[in-house]
């Protein structure tokens, strides 16, 4: 009530201004939201009739723009009339001074678009019909729109939504619908008495807003829909609306697997199946994938906006080359489902919103709809979230909701129409906040009535949504109740024959298909790739990569440091640098016509100022990538994408890039490497378990910078042990390419190189982990030359030491990442070469048969060491010292820095007393 006080005070302030115009003789023009003073000119005096007609009027559209701001308050929305209507003083035509009983005729041109036609009504006549329109089965909040051509746009159309026919056959078909969904949650209940199917009874009609979604975006040549979606009514959906095999799901509840033969993967819970499948609509093709989902609520959110920005640089939509007179999301749609506990709650549902409309992961706007059942797992509405509604959070980015009672499919349909399009007129998102119940509990074995009896008691005493819609279309004459039994039945008998095949039934290959074909499952032996190039291109690429178009301004710094010295590195072939080896491998992958996109959290220069793959002019702001303009005829592009300050967020939209298609090289760079936990549902849902859970394979690349060098803790530590305790390597047997994912430690820029093209080299694709470096970025010891990159060269598992002497060395230290510098640095002061380092620059798999060639080189070393600059409950340590005895032979000794509570300590003094002795216990 607070905030209807404040906007009716806000609207007396604004009447009282608007008088004062009048009297001041200054012109006014009706509009959508009432007077608003134009441009200042004398007019003859007004007299004092028109001076009273023109306030009346003004009067009118203040009771208009009132129910366009409140009229959802009084809303009949709640299917089971529960919610108390608290309906706003704001709607009371006397608080105008307008009288309902007067009989004065007013011109409503302009002002109300819904009438019919009728220009000219009484205010008795304009209240009925704002009534109906705002305060019906349908309401809107649009008033907080950012723009008065939306505003105006969206006022117009759902003040015209009852002329949105909907025609006899599409009322017969969306009967029939409704009962095909309710006979299946029919057939498993009876069926399956006992799995958790998350049904969706009481929300069937949802299924309405996909067939309107289907059907429109065939109309308006959409090739591509992408849905992410929770497990509410997801089977009922799959199976009813998506063509996902019934005796498949009936395998699963059975235990069967629904694994391909000859596929390696160990399956996921029933309500996380996913599809991907062609739809005949009204004789167009659209296709349509449904993305799993993990049970982390809206986690799957960025995943598909992710996907959808894929398939339009597949398309050529939008940014990508895009065609003359084309408009974003042209050809591509999100479709994005939510449960209204979760979207209220989850922070990434925010995060998602706060990049919809940013440069490089826009996608010309998401349609999203809330499956509303007014209670979280069982959490009353008012307990889960402090806003009016679910749906709330939208206004912030300022996107129109459009709030629909379940009862009423037509409205459903209407809702549905009108939300698309908006989002084919502004290319933003537009939220569906889909009003249900659910039947049963949060699952079909749970009793709701342990915490909310009233509502249940009511929803067990009422017909279910198709029974009702089914007797209004016979009551009609559309059609005969036996028309629609035999739907059932006929469906029931479907069902019946599927579970019937279970025990035959073969599941057939599902993955790997599309853009995937000639890619196959990574196997249990390793393979070297040959990622080398020739020099001549790699001198080209590296010469490219600083070369500017035109006549930039560029910082005389980044001249100087960056591309002079590129250049020169580049002739001589030598020293080269971090960046130099990241911009080769994009390059030259480019000119193989692989696409490359990086993103994180100031990429385009680097946290540490090192990459600079893009430029910007000093004095116009504009900015270049120069690996773009390598030649005119390239087909292969670099997306660098500066992101929002979000990680779990980002991270699923470039892991959605990344399952979409294999042609593009996708990485993420982490603002310092101890930033990734802010995305770890990300990582435990979907990066290191997608291939294994769903057999979807992801080259996605996480750079995430590490180094103990003094910065405490959150800038110190990738906690790389995290990884490592995700991957499924084994203790006791040798590991193959097959690994859910790869960690490396890389210590040179040829390797960094050699590990970038590998992703995409590969007849398979692997989550990639890189502990990447800081200090290493410009150390004069961590250079490389050309021929390292070379054809014929490649990444190298293990480093052998290029300085010990076989015969001499008497202890063997093996070591991963930036630390073997501070080692090699200490050996050469203090002569000791008894000593041997090994870099062991990949984690994961782990390199037995390389570790244990190196050792064989030193026949008369007795000490094996493991000596790390990270505590010992953290780094690579309880990774690797099971697999070096199970496996390589040999059990290690531990060297380095004790336990410790967090990942690095913030006392400077403590931190180099930990490095002085760390150093002292290797070398003693």
């Known amino acids: ?483 629609l039994s035999k739907t059932t039945s006929d469906w029931n008998s479907v069902l019946s024959d599927n579970l019937k095949s279970v025990d035959t039934y073969q599941v057939e290959n599902y993955h790997l298909k599309r853009h995937w074909l000639g890619l196959s499952q990574a196997s249990d032996n390793i393979t070297t790739w040959d990622t080398g190039v020739p020099v001549d291109l790699l001198k080209f690429v590296g010469a490219k990569s600083v070369s500017l178009p035109g006549k930039m301004i560029i910082h005389p710094n980044i001249q100087k440091t960056h591309i002079d010295r590129r250049i020169q590195r580049m002739e001589s072939g030598m020293d080269l640098d971090w960046s130099t080896a990241e911009a080769l491998a994009m390059g030259t992958l480019m000119a193989q016509g692989y696409h490359v996109r990086i993103s994180g959290q100031d990429v385009g220069r680097g946290t540490f100022s090192h990459r600079h793959c893009m430029l910007v002019d000093q004095e116009t702001d504009e900015i270049c990538v120069p690996l773009n303009h390598i030649d005119p005829s390239q087909t292969g592009f670099l997306e660098v994408a500066n992101s929002v300050l979000s990680e779990e967020a980002v991270l699923g939209f470039e892991y959605g890039m990344s399952i979409d298609h294999p042609n593009t090289l996708v990485l993420w760079e982490a603002q310092f490497g101890d930033f990734f936990n802010g995305a770890q549902p990300i990582i435990d849902t979907y990066v290191s378990s997608g291939e294994i859970k769903w057999l979807l394979q992801s080259g996605l690349v996480m750079l995430l910078p590490h180094g103990m060098d003094g910065a405490g803790p959150e800038h110190s530590s990738c906690r790389m042990e995290r990884f490592l305790q995700c991957c499924d390597s084994k203790e006791d047997r040798v590991d193959g390419d097959d690994v859910n994912m790869q960690v490396v430690n890389p210590t040179t820029p040829a390797q960094y190189f050699h590990l970038l093209r590998r992703q995409m080299v590969r007849n398979f694709r692997k989550p990639l982990i890189v502990v990447a470096p800081k200090v290493l970025l410009r150390l004069q010891a961590a250079v490389s030359s050309l021929t390292e990159m070379a054809p014929g060269t490649y990444f190298h598992p293990v480093l052998s030491d290029p300085l010990a002497q076989s015969e001499k060395v008497k202890r063997v230290i093996f070591v991963s990442g930036k630390h073997y510098y501070a080692l090699q640095k200490e050996r050469e002061n203090l002569k000791a070469d008894h000593l041997a380092f090994i870099r062991l620059e990949s984690l994961c798999p782990f390199p037995t048969a390389e570790l244990q060639a190196e050792i064989k080189k030193f026949p008369n070393a007795t000490e094996f060491i493991w000596s790390q600059e990270e505590h010992r409950n953290r780094g690579a340590w309880s990774f690797v010292a099971p697999r070096f005895e199970n496996l390589v032979g040999h059990k290690l000794k531990y060297v380095g820095r004790d336990h410790l509570g967090m990942s690095a300590v913030g006392i400077g003094d403590i931190h180099k007393t930990e490095a002085e002795k760390l150093m002292k216990e290797t070398f003693s």
């Open 1 to 483: 009530m607070s905030r209807l006080l404040t906007r009716s005070v806000g609207g007396f302030q604004y009447y009282q201004r608007l008088v004062l115009a009048c009297k001041q003789k200054y012109h006014s023009r009706s509009g959508i939201y009432g007077y608003k003073p134009a441009v200042k000119h004398r007019t003859e005096p007004v007299g004092e009739a028109a001076l009273a007609n023109r306030i009346r009027n003004s009067n009118l559209c203040r009771l208009v723009d009132s129910y366009r701001c409140h009229g959802h308050r009084k809303a009949a929305l709640d299917p089971l009339r529960l919610q108390q209507v608290d309906v706003p003083q704001a709607l009371q035509p006397e608080r105008y001074g307008l009288s309902r009983g007067s009989g004065d005729r007013f011109d409503c041109t302009g002002i109300y678009y819904g009438a019919g036609g009728q220009a000219h009504m009484t205010v008795e006549e304009l209240v009925q019909h704002l009534e109906k329109e705002y305060c019906g089965s349908i309401a809107a909040e649009f008033q907080h729109l950012r723009t008065e051509e939306e505003r105006e746009w969206f006022a117009k159309a759902f003040e015209s939504k009852s002329h949105i026919e909907i025609s006899p056959d599409r009322k017969v078909a969306i009967a029939k619908l409704l009962l095909k969904c309710q006979a299946f949650d029919h057939f498993l209940a009876n069926k399956f008495t006992t799995v958790k199917r998350y049904g969706g009874e009481g929300g069937e009609s949802m299924m309405c807003v996909f067939d309107e979604i289907f059907k429109k975006s065939a109309r308006d040549n959409i090739e591509e829909i992408v849905i992410c979606m929770p497990h509410r009514g997801r089977l009922n959906f799959l199976t009813c609306m998506l063509d996902y095999p019934a005796v498949r799901l009936f395998g699963k509840m059975r235990g069967k697997s629904e694994i391909p033969a000859g596929a390696k993967g160990m399956g996921d819970v029933l309500s996380h199946a996913y599809t991907s499948v062609d739809l005949n609509m009204d004789g167009k093709n659209v296709h349509v994938s449904l993305i799993p989902n993990p049970s982390h609520l809206e986690a799957n959110n960025p995943v598909a906006v992710g996907k959808v920005r894929s398939k339009q640089q597949t398309l050529r939509d939008w940014h990508y080359n895009m065609e003359e007179g084309a408009c974003p999301g042209d050809k591509v749609l999100c479709l994005q489902v939510h449960g209204d506990a979760s979207f209220a709650a989850q922070g990434i549902v925010t995060e998602t919103f706060s990049f919809a409309e940013c440069p490089h992961f826009s996608v010309g706007g998401s349609v999203h709809l809330i499956v509303n059942n007014q209670i979280g797992f069982t959490t009353e509405a008012e307990r889960g979230r402090s806003s009016l509604y679910s749906s709330d959070l939208a206004k912030i980015n300022g996107y129109p909701v459009l709030h629909i009672n379940a009862d009423f499919p037509e409205d459903v349909v209407r809702a549905t129409a009108i939300a698309m399009d908006y989002r084919k007129k502004f290319r933003k998102d537009v939220i569906l906040d889909f009003i249900c119940f659910r039947k049963y509990g949060h699952n079909e074995l749970d009793d709701p009535l342990f915490t909310q009896p009233v509502m249940y008691q009511v929803i067990q005493n009422r017909k279910s949504i198709p029974d009702m819609y089914a007797n209004r279309v016979t009551k009609e004459g559309l059609c005969s109740q036996d028309d």
